[in-house]
């Protein structure tokens, strides 16, 4: 069974830090997700990891893929309080049957 | 920008009663997801479909759950016989690509 760990769970950070949220899979896959979501809200697509390697960045955001690992990265840079959201990681094992991880709630502070 | 919409936006059923969920996909895609959130907890995976049948399902898509495509646009999630642990929000997603996906804002499902 897969299983897909987020950590850390919860994080509060300063406006303009920068930090990274990750993202370990238990069982090999070759395509992983991120979405955000905001509370009470659907979810919003951020990123498609295709392969080992690969690097997607969108604005303050910055996701990466080490297959090899097991492992990808949401890597936030100089945060602004909009960024406040949940973060899940999501693994795709085949067939677009996606596990998800926990979720990481950010709070960007002022 | 072309959505996906779902509704009710919120529902509340007895238990033991039937609920369907409606979904209208973006008119191009191809691929269709069903998933739920229970309040707090992560997103689980219900099912997919494509080309008018389920390609994938989760263990908990189990025979109370049914999916049907009855028009050509619309996407529906039947609930048969609902039990409290079934109130969530269940959101509808789709994709042409297996790319990025379009999720809806979701039907908060109450059983009471």
């Known amino acids: 069974e897969l299983k897909v760990e987020q950590n850390p769970l919860f994080l509060s950070m300063q406006e303009g830090k920068n930090y990274t949220i990750y993202c370990n899979y238990s069982?090999?896959?070759?395509?992983l997700y991120w979405y955000r979501q905001d509370p009470g809200k659907s979810l919003e697509s951020l990123f498609v990891?295709?392969?080992?390697?690969a690097v997607k960045q969108e604005g303050r955001l910055m996701a990466s893929l080490d297959t090899k690992a097991r492992l990808s990265t949401l890597h936030i840079t100089a945060a602004v309080h909009d960024l406040s959201a949940t973060y899940f990681c999501?693994?795709?094992?085949?067939?677009?049957?996606?596990?998800f991880g926990a979720g990481t709630i950010l709070r960007v502070k002022s | 920008e072309p959505e996906v919409t779902q509704t009710p936006s919120h529902q509340v059923t007895q238990m033991g009663q039937e609920v369907i969920l409606r979904c209208v996909p973006i008119?191009?895609?191809?691929?269709f997801y069903w998933y739920r959130q229970i309040l707090g907890q992560k997103v689980e995976f219900l099912v997919s479909?494509?080309?008018?049948?389920?390609?994938?399902k989760s263990e908990i898509f189990d025979d109370q759950f049914s999916v049907e495509r009855p028009d050509g646009s619309n996407f529906t999630l039947k609930i048969r016989s609902t039990k409290l642990e079934d109130s969530a929000m269940y959101f509808c997603a789709s994709t042409n690509t297996r790319d990025r996906d379009t999720f809806g804002s979701g039907t908060r499902l109450t059983v009471v």
């Open positions: 479909f494509y080309n008018n049948e389920i390609s994938e």
């Open positions: 990891l295709l392969s080992n390697g």
């Open positions: 999501a693994v795709d094992m085949g067939g677009n049957k996606l596990v």
């Open positions: 008119s191009n895609h191809l691929y």
């Open positions: 069982t090999t896959s070759d395509r």
